[in-house]
């Protein structure tokens, strides 16, 4: 069997990418391997988010190459590849920017990649795909099966938003649905090869519709949660990124209502003043946004709010950067992810002319992230002492580690194999990053 080799950058989307990725190499009779000197094919799922994510590529590649060099002299061939959104983005030009890149594959289209190793390894011509197929790469697709205890299932893909500062709408194209009859399909085939947890993924995942198994009716996200609910087996459901103003009623109700429904929500906010979230082309205002935290908490107390934030987009002022810190203190996040703001090209934002300097971005993000790392430790030290049902997902040595339904990484250290099962943990030591605890 060949061996294939993927390092994955990004998202949870590329995440899952990287998975059906493997599965459709599979078939080919490629096999995984973690260890990039016995592969035969190299290939990096890239993300092109940010600028420092972008370069990370590059380097990634560099290294690549140097083992590629190194197995030649052994006299094993290698394929060295790219897939993901830096693909789409620079088009033919990653060839010419990566002289030893043999295939190039974009994110809707890496249904072809079989087709294009076979190609390559053929007729030794560089190979490339970056065209927008989603319906047509979901339905070529084999079968996929679960890796893990706990599984990603992309359910929508693209964005119409086109936020000033963001590349996805370039990069994954339009909003695309996938449809109920699919999505169910894959979800149980990924609880019956030992799935207890499904995250469902989409950019703007509340965007979600679909024809209804019915065929008849559509579909919008909380009738699609009560279907998965029904799957004997699955025990957890979670879904992200959510868009603030695009959460439905019904959704929020699926919080109070639908047991398997876990309490914990991506909230992306961006920023908490008003004249930047305007310029970033947010649909939003701050209060439109704490109105939907209210509704949700209203249905669900204990709802886990977790948000990204970009510190120093263009024109941010001091008053602006103070009005984020203030929304920290107001909703009291449980997690977050926060970054400087990166011009990308294309976008409308890497235009403005008020750029803020790096210096100011740093600073600003590290004072932001201070007060993020407080507000998630005192979520977590909220919990010391208070019983959480854990799935465990991972072991190493004399712990397991798994998840609390707030999503809380939580270790024990036992030589019990818990692996994949649920249990009433007691927590007894908190920090802003994980808790720990004993079985009771
Ligand atoms: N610069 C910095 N952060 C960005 N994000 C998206 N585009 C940019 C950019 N140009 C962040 C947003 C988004 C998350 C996935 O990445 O916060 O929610
Ligand atoms: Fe990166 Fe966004 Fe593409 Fe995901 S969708 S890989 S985060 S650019």
């Known amino acids: 069997m060949k061996k294939i080799y993927i ?197 703007n995942v509340d965007c979600w519709h679909g024809l209804g198994l019915d065929g008849v009716h559509e579909w919008g996200l909380a009738r699609l949660f009560e279907e998965i609910a029904k799957i004997d087996g699955l025990e957890r459901i979670r879904y992200t990124t959510s868009y603030p103003v695009d959460i439905t009623d019904d959704v929020i109700a699926a919080h109070r209502d639908i047991e398997k429904l876990m309490p914990y929500i991506h909230l992306p906010i961006q920023s908490g003043s008003d004249a930047v979230l305007k310029a970033m082309n947010r649909r939003y205002n701050v209060s439109q946004y704490l109105e939907v935290i209210e509704k949700l908490r209203k249905a669900r107390p204990d709802i886990a709010i977790s948000s990204d934030f970009i510190v120093g987009f263009p024109g941010e002022t001091e008053k602006d950067f103070l009005d984020t810190m203030a929304i920290v203190d107001k ?57 959480l049902p854990v799935l465990f997902i991972e072991t190493e040595k004399e712990q397991v580690s798994g998840y609390s339904p707030y999503l809380q990484n939580v270790h024990v250290k036992t030589s019990e194999k818990l692996l994949g099962q649920i249990k009433d943990i007691k927590i007894t030591r908190a920090s802003a990053s994980s808790l720990s605890g004993e079985i009771i």
Do not use: W
Request: net charge positive; proline share 3%; hydrophobic share 35%.
């Open 7 to 203: 390092k994955t950058m990004g998202c949870q989307m590329n995440v899952y990418d990287s998975n059906r990725i493997l599965d459709a190499m599979a078939a080919l009779g490629y096999e995984e391997t973690q260890d990039m000197t016995q592969a035969d094919f190299m290939l990096i799922n890239t993300c092109h988010i940010r600028e420092k994510a972008s370069d990370k590529v590059f380097s990634e590649l560099g290294r690549m190459k140097e083992i590629k060099d190194q197995r030649l002299k052994e006299g094993k061939a290698t394929m060295i590849g790219l897939a993901g959104c830096v693909v789409q983005a620079l088009g033919e030009e990653a060839f010419s920017k990566v002289k030893y890149l043999d295939v190039a594959v974009g994110p809707q289209s890496y249904h072809l990649l079989p087709e294009m190793v076979t190609k390559f390894e053929r007729t030794h011509n560089r190979q490339m795909k970056a065209t927008f197929t989603s319906d047509e790469k979901f339905d070529s697709l084999p079968k996929t099966q679960a890796r893990g205890y706990s599984s990603f299932l992309a359910i929508q893909e693209g964005c119409d938003n086109f936020c000033s500062y963001c590349v996805v709408p370039y990069t994954r194209g339009c909003e695309y649905s996938r449809s109920a009859k699919e999505i169910l399909s894959e979800a149980k085939q990924l609880v019956e090869t030992g799935t207890k947890e499904i995250m469902l993924l989409g950019q």
């Open 331 to 387: 909703v009291q996040y449980a997690q977050s992810y926060s970054f400087k703001y990166s011009a990308r090209p294309g976008t409308p934002a890497s235009l403005m002319r008020n750029q803020i300097p790096e210096s100011v971005k740093a600073e600003r993000l590290s004072q932001l992230q201070e007060k993020l790392l407080s507000s998630q430790k005192k979520f977590n030290e909220s919990f010391l002492g208070k019983i």
